[in-house]
């Protein structure tokens, strides 16, 4: 089903997953599901769709770390490191490949709810900045200033800029 997939070994991790395309949207989401190379769950369908509906014939769903869990609260408190790097690595690896790439950013408040999720966040702006991104949220930020996720988007929603400068304050230090 999706041409795009990457994970460790016993799929614990997944890395990418996605649908090849001339001009692809790259999402960033807070952490995988149940989603397979084989089969999508709400959330990748959700992205999936609004991709399509916006003029993007790929799309490729990527997370801000990278262990699965359908609720993030049971993620373990501490981040494994090994797992957080090899992410970072494999999303700039997939922007550097892209030219003018078209990241949505898509974790909600739920960022807040480990530490390293925030962290991610803000070395994967750093990281990127060297590349030329454009950087999106879909549909209005939420109460916090965060970008909505994509299990509960509208699809009457629309695409805008998201301004890191401003943005990246809201993650704190």
Partial sequence: MYDIYSNNNDDSWRYTL?????????????????????KSDTTVAK???AASRNGF???????????????????PLAVNVSAFNENLDQIESLVAAKKNSVIWAA????????????????????????????????????????????SRLSYDWSFSSLELGAYVKTLGT
């Fill in 47 to 49: 992205v999936e769709g």
């Fill in 18 to 38: 996605g649908k090849s395309g001339s001009r692809t949207l790259l999402t960033v989401g807070l952490n995988p599901s149940t989603a397979t190379k084989e």
């Fill in 107 to 150: 974790w909600g408040d739920s960022i807040f709810a480990r530490t390293y999720f925030a962290e991610s966040a803000r070395q994967l702006i750093a990281r990127l900045g060297k590349h030329n991104v454009s950087w999106c949220h879909f549909g209005s930020l939420t109460g916090a200033g965060q970008p909505r996720h994509p």
């Fill in 57 to 75: 014939d790929g799309f490729v769903m990527l997370n801000l770390y990278p262990v699965r869990s359908t609720n993030y609260n049971a993620l």
